[in-house]
């Protein structure tokens, strides 16, 4: 049943059994995006809605109930894969979205570690920033008696008689999630299990996570937020994903139902709903996903994944076809960047590595105390919107000024949606030009220069301040907008290539198509790499191996293959952080550690330039990643050859460019041949999306029907 192998990090093509449709469904801050791929076809069908703010699961079942009623039946369904951000709305405070009242019980005298926290602050001589609220009150953080030492010793054993105390106190305060977070439990869990025990008799209602569960690693400060963090989540995650799958199943629909985490997987809805936190980069992964697939099959061996949507706008880095993963993220602040870092919540979760700043479609402009234009963070989302999508919007975004100066047509999405551009004129005169003194076009103009440069800053965030330069990149963009801004971004980061894929309003729900499987796996082990036995190191990855295959059987009836993947976590003797490197399988000998160490040095050298292989190094985490692989699609090869390419030409529109008006071709992109060349400036429109071909660019149709923008 089970093949259990090591390999490199690939697309693992053609081991489960899908012959009907998948269905991939990504909710973004203003849309809802869908994908249908019908293996037997190889084809895609893509839809798009208004996200629903208030009830995010019927956004997911109005898609459904659509495709229904188009003649797809539930028998048809093999598969559901799903991106959302209720994880991180709920962090961010949305509306319609109550956190839990929550209590922490801990080892007496730890109550405050949360408020102490590390000493990281995002302004090193600022006095005045100020750290998220913690998420558990003082008066519900309780310190009960026991004490288990570094080496997973009990020194004091757990007062169970004071525990039961302080349940009497929850119940009374009618507390719906507790944390139980003792000292060094990640060594030896013995005492937060019988804690839980002991808890769900006496609070049998309560949401109870047990930070050994969901974080077994070493710093307590850490493992308290990220446990904190997965109980919060837990009841809000848990009633939407249970009312999702009662929606399907009153539709007949017996397909499971798979959630995209951060890490760039996805995992049943029993894995997701004990670990919440493993999906709160949910959306923006799978975007990330869909570029790594891509770049593969065109051998592009650098990439940025640009995704430019209504609400933000998100950068991550694929090297080698393999994006670039982190395994700590801070939440509960839209911020840009790494701006900021130091003041929100801390999760331990392996996250796809993106830099996200507050940039899209919807992005409100407005005029600041002193007279500037500034851009976001707040946005419009679906209702009521951009003040041209006629739904009473009175603000000017992002996609108002791109209205105004001709860079988008009047109806999109296949003509279903009309655009008014008397609103949108009205909201930037109002809002902007009778403050600052500006005609409509200058201050629209100005909207998109500021919009640009906030994105071109995050994409800098991730190559220039990490030692990469991105003239050796190409940009994938995608997105609702991304498209649209791609070639004045790549003009202004000097990059030379530019992919617009097929499906771009939608691609982030092909991500979810071409991802796998996955679960991940970690466990402390501390110890100097010098005394490690090889035996017995493999004896330890053998227990996490056989402890996740456990996990597994209970969530997925039938495996086909299951790869593994070992990684382990080291530090210099003395280091609070470590550098995380590939582990070789089997290990049978000193010569597989002397491996672990050369990793190590050539990683370390790699990251800070100097590596000194006669220092202490010492091993901190195991961890080990488990991936079900699942068949991908070919990408489709347009039907269309070249020579027909003329009957793609719309028409023209006139455009504001460089403050001149000037008539652009606009190509309808569905009838683009392969292998047609366009010379900017010029338009492709398609459903969900409009790509701008800027002035002294070129397009041309690859093999694929992708996009490829070059200068």
Request: net charge positive; aromatic share 8%; proline share 5%.
């Amino acid at each position: 049943m089970r093949q259990l192998s090591q390999c490199k990090f690939v697309y693992y093509y053609g081991v489960c059994s899908m012959h009907k449709v998948r269905i991939g469904i990504d909710i973004g801050g203003t849309f809802t995006d869908l994908v249908i791929y019908n293996e037997k076809k190889n084809t895609f069908i893509m839809r798009k809605i208004a996200t629903s703010p208030s009830s995010l699961e019927s956004s997911v079942l109005k898609l459904i109930d659509d495709i229904m009623r188009e003649g797809y039946r539930a028998q048809d369904i093999e598969m559901i894969l799903h991106a959302t951000t209720i994880a991180t709305n709920a962090l961010l405070g949305q509306k319609g979205l109550r956190l839990p009242k929550a209590a922490l019980i801990t080892t007496k005298g730890f109550i405050d570690i949360i408020e102490i926290g590390r000493q990281r602050r995002p302004e090193l001589y600022n006095l005045f920033t100020k750290k998220l609220r913690p998420l558990i009150p003082r008066r519900l953080r309780f310190g009960i008696t026991e004490r288990i030492n570094a080496q997973g010793e009990v020194i004091i054993p757990l007062n169970e008689n004071e525990l039961r105390e302080v349940c009497k106190k929850l119940r009374k305060e009618n507390i719906e999630a507790i944390v139980v977070c003792f000292l060094n439990s990640y060594i030896n869990p013995i005492h937060e299990i019988r804690a839980k025990e002991i808890i769900k008799e006496e609070v049998p209602h309560a949401w109870i996570v047990i930070s050994s569960e969901v974080d077994p690693q070493y710093k307590e400060y850490e493992r308290t937020s990220t446990t904190i963090i997965n109980a919060i989540l837990g009841p809000i995650v848990s009633k939407y994903l249970t009312n999702i799958e009662r929606g399907l199943r009153k539709r007949n629909i017996k397909a499971p139902l798979f959630i995209m985490k951060s890490s760039g997987g996805v995992a049943p809805i029993k894995s997701i709903i004990r670990r919440p936190a493993a999906m709160i980069e949910s959306g923006p992964a799978a975007g990330v996903i869909a570029t790594s697939f891509l770049s593969k099959i065109l051998n592009r061996k650098k990439a940025i994944s640009f995704d430019m949507g209504g609400t933000t706008a998100k950068a991550g880095i694929i090297i080698d076809n393999i994006p670039s993963v982190r395994y700590e993220l801070e939440v509960g602040k839209v911020h840009k960047g790494g701006e900021g870092e130091g003041i929100d919540y801390i999760v331990r979760e392996p996250v796809i590595d993106l830099a996200e700043c507050s940039a899209g479609g919807g992005s409100i402009a407005w005029i600041d105390e002193e007279g500037l234009l500034r851009v976001g963070p707040l946005s419009a989302g679906a209702y009521p919107g951009p003040a041209c999508y006629g739904r009473g919007g009175e603000d000017p975004t992002v996609t108002d000024a791109n209205l105004v100066l001709g860079r988008m047509p009047r109806k999109i999405l296949n003509g279903s949606m009309q655009l008014h551009i008397d609103n949108a004129l009205k909201a930037i005169e109002e809002k902007i030009c009778k403050k600052i003194g500006w005609n409509t076009i200058e201050a629209a103009e100005g909207i998109l220069r500021i919009v640009n440069n906030e994105m071109a800053n995050i994409i800098k965030l991730m190559t220039i301040e990490r030692g990469l330069d991105p003239r050796e990149f190409t940009l994938v963009a995608y997105g609702g907008a991304g498209p649209l801004h791609a070639t004045d971004l790549a003009e202004e980061l000097d990059i030379k290539e530019v992919i617009i894929p097929p499906l771009p309003g939608n691609f982030s729900a092909y991500g979810l198509i071409v991802t796998d499987i996955q679960y991940e796996y970690v466990k402390s082990l501390l110890k100097p790499l010098s005394s490690i036995d090889p035996k017995e190191l493999e004896e330890e990855y053998i227990l996490l191996e056989e402890k996740a295959l456990r996990d597994i059987s209970k969530d997925i009836n039938e495996m086909n293959s299951v790869i593994i993947f070992r990684y382990a976590e080291l530090r210099y003797l003395g280091q609070s952080y470590g550098v995380m490197i590939s582990v070789p399988r089997p290990i049978g000998s000193y010569k597989d550690i002397e491996t672990i160490r050369g990793r190590y040095l050539e990683k370390y050298e790699q990251m800070y330039l100097y590596a000194n292989p006669s220092q202490a190094i010492e091993l901190v985490n195991l961890r080990i990643n488990l991936m079900i692989p699942i068949k991908k699609p070919l990408l489709r090869m347009p039907t269309n050859h070249v020579g027909i390419g003329k009957t793609a030409l719309r028409g023209y529109r006139s455009a504001y460019l460089n403050g001149e008006v000037i008539r652009v071709p606009v190509y309808e992109r569905s009838k683009l041949p392969v292998g047609f060349e366009i010379e900017g400036p010029a338009f492709i429109e398609e459903y969900g999306s409009t790509t701008f071909v800027s002035t002294s660019w070129s397009a041309i149709v690859d093999e694929y029907g992708n996009l490829i923008l070059k200068r």
